[in-house]
């Protein structure tokens, strides 16, 4: 077997693959900053749901009001997973603040 390893050899071996870490590298740094906006293009849309406030009680259950596509919803979250309480009336005096703990201020 021969072990003859010239310059040429080595360099045919490694080039393609520094050009392909390049690519990479590029396709990543451009997509981080057409995500983020830079580029003049809008980032991605808003979510659609949107978690208001949340109320913890211990251990892994809370409750949270969630709105989506303009209406309010009071959703329970535990250990057994996600479950709908009802819907909120937008009207009603059950505001954000009033899940809040005392001297935490809501989402500006």
Sequence with gaps: ?????SFATVLTTLLPLAV?????????????????GRFGLSPAQPSAINIIATRSFGGQS???????EGRRFLVSA????IRPIGSLD???PIAAADFLPRGEAGPA
Excluded: H, K, W
């Design 90 to 92: 937008p009207t009603s």
């Design 62 to 68: 809370s409750l949270l009001i969630v709105e989506a």
């Design 78 to 81: 535990g250990r057994q997973g």
């Design 1 to 5: 077997m021969d072990q003859n390893f």
């Design 20 to 36: 392909i870490l390049a690519c990479l590298m590029a396709v990543a740094y451009f997509g981080r900053r057409i995500r983020s």
